[in-house]
């Protein structure tokens, strides 16, 4: 069953993955805005670091995250961290450039590839534009991830990263909600997003889905104005502060490749022992029925068991800087 196929879908369904929506524009905005301030503290090696750690995320993409997500060694998974890796790789050119000229570029070929989209099959250039899927010589290419308009997103972070983490938190909030009603706007007028919604046959609350789902494969002006507008809300309010839940939250990010590396594998190896004792198989039926507590429970439990683990880590990294491959990880 698809989340956001609103002829079975139901709303919780719908939500639970609408929100996940808000990981991958915040991971690649958040590390264009990392990588300008490190540029700022270590402008001397800051090409070849953009280029050595892009490598190094391309990499592990295509060997150990390709491979937990299916455990198949003739899968390759373009996914995330391909989206991140190379971003960091197509940054080098913009060392020591001017940001407002990287904000421009980033916000100009957005909207230009919205409004004069390149044509399917383009020679060259198709697979970095929009997701793609491949069979070749026996081995499954799956690029839900297109490379370029992500790294646009990133060459943003890059732009306004300065500013960020030097603005008042009223001004980052006020930026969030300019872009998050901006693209509602947008969206009501059925601009900048190719999937149009409409009123929809089961009634108000499936209208209100359809107006809400949003086009991240490749990712759309509005689907990127939302999800940005919403991270850059949090990141000035609730994510702002001393709680306990800010504190444990700013442990996972300080460790972010870690868990990710760790989390696909722990969650398929708990997946697979969930189907086999229910269906005696390693996966779960399509035809079995969702469950929206299972979801959210299963969520929770990856999380509670990685939290001690990334403490862990978190400390160890702290602890031995002296063990140069532990910031690769």
Partial sequence: ASPTDLDTTTPAFFFVRWLTHLCAPAFVLLMGVGAALREQRHPGDQRQFLLTRGLWLVFLELTWVSFCWTWSPTFFHFGVLWALGGSMVLLVPFVGRSRRVAVGLAVGLTTLLAVCPVPADTLGV?????PGHADVFGLTL?????????????????????????ARRSRVALLGLGLLIGGLVLRALHLGDGDLWGIHGRGA??????????????????????????????????????????????????VPLFYYLVHIPLAHILGNALSIAIYGQPSIPESAPVSIALIVGATAVVVAILTPVSRAWDRL????RDLWFLRYL
Avoid: C, E
């Fill in 126 to 130: 198709d697979g970095l534009l929009r």
């Fill in 142 to 166: 799956r690029a839900p991830y297109a490379l370029i308009p992500w790294f646009l997103v990133a060459l943003a972070g890059w732009g306004i990263g300065p500013w960020l983490a030097g």
């Fill in 205 to 254: 609350w499936f209208t209100t889905l359809d107006f809400l789902s949003l086009s991240k494969y490749p990712p759309s002006p509005v689907f990127l104005m939302v999800m940005t507008g919403l991270n850059l809300v949090l990141l000035a309010g609730p994510m702002h502060g001393d709680s306990a839940v800010v504190r444990q939250l700013q442990v996972f990010g300080r």
């Fill in 317 to 320: 990294k702290r602890q031995r």
